[in-house]
């Protein structure tokens, strides 16, 4: 299970993946993300160090794991700006296309927001907002957004914390944090952690112009060569397999395991389908 990294490095830097988006709007974002014990664009300063302890267990870095972690690659400030998405203009939803700048192009076009329309502004605003007793966003019922399950369930890490332990979920040790986190009899725990295990993946691993994958140490490790358009591949690239692998590491390995459970599919009544959820597996 050990990576090897000093190849997959030399691999990244052949493949032009340590350039940084140079866009004055992206520079400013992480030049104003929350630091440690500041608060985030959505989220409390408290929130924000919670979801931190989240997203490090979820995705252990140094010194736990060799390779970067959530914490390294920026997963809790790019949450926060998903949170945050209407304080921007254009909302912080769809990035721009077709290309980034690091294939050829000679502009990034990803870091380029596309302003929404009516309809995707609606959508958007009841699945990051909710629906707040708003008819127009309860025409299938009530949704609790995104902004609320956070802020909900980080607060309930918090009280199981005290109620276990008599400290904040931020004062735990690492298992300790796992066992809460990881409690299949908690389902307010459980929705909770669904959700924001599947965005720190997205921020994990996805287009850095979302505010995650920062200086893209999430396609680093893991050998991906990110976006390749306009410059594409050789033939002989796409007909022959590459000479390096990445492979997980223990600890990597031991958290999808023991987090992965809370893709479980959530079935709902006939009545209330809209609350369903799909998974990735079935119970």
């Given amino acids: 299970m050990e990576v090897a990294r000093r190849s997959i ?23 104003t993300a929350p630091g440690p014990g500041a608060a985030g664009r959505f989220l409390t300063a408290h929130e924000m160090a919670t979801l931190r302890a989240v997203c490090a267990r979820f995705i252990p870095g140094p010194p736990e794991d ?25 909302p912080l939803i769809h990035a721009g296309g077709p ?16 302003p929404l329309d009516a309809l995707a502004e609606l959508g958007w605003r009841i699945r990051i907002e909710g629906s707040r007793g708003i008819k127009r966003r309860e025409f299938a019922g009530p949704v609790v957004g995104l902004q609320e399950i956070y802020r909900d369930g980080l607060a ?13 979920f931020t004062a735990l040790p ?17 929705t909770f952690v669904g959700a924001a295990l599947s965005n720190s993946l997205d921020a994990m691993y996805g287009p850095p112009e979302y505010g995650g994958n920062r200086q893209l140490v999430g396609w680093r490790y893991t050998a991906w060569p990110g976006d390749s358009q306009p410059r594409g591949f ?34 709902a009544s006939r009545e209330q389908f809209w609350l369903a959820r799909a998974g990735f597996m079935r119970a």
Wanted: glycine share 8%; net charge negative.
């Fill in 174 to 190: 690492g298992p300790a944090q796992d066992l809460l986190l990881s409690d299949q009899t908690d389902g307010d725990t459980q």
């Fill in 9 to 31: 490095l030399k691999a990244a830097g052949a493949l032009g993946l340590l350039a940084l988006v140079p866009l004055e709007r992206l520079q400013s974002l992480a030049a």
């Fill in 156 to 168: 309930h890490l918090d009280a199981r914390a005290n109620s276990l332990f008599r400290m904040n």
């Fill in 99 to 114: 290309f980034s700048n690091r294939a050829g192009a000679r502009r990034d076009d990803f870091a380029r927001f596309v």
């Fill in 66 to 90: 060799p390779d970067p972690g959530a914490l390294e690659a920026g997963v809790p400030e790019a949450i926060d700006l998903l949170l945050a998405a209407f304080t921007f203009d254009p």
């Fill in 234 to 267: 050789s033939r002989s690239q796409v007909s022959n397999a590459g000479p390096n692998s990445a492979r997980l590491g223990p600890a990597a390995i031991e958290a999808a395991q023991r987090f992965l459970p809370a893709f479980v599919g959530r079935p």
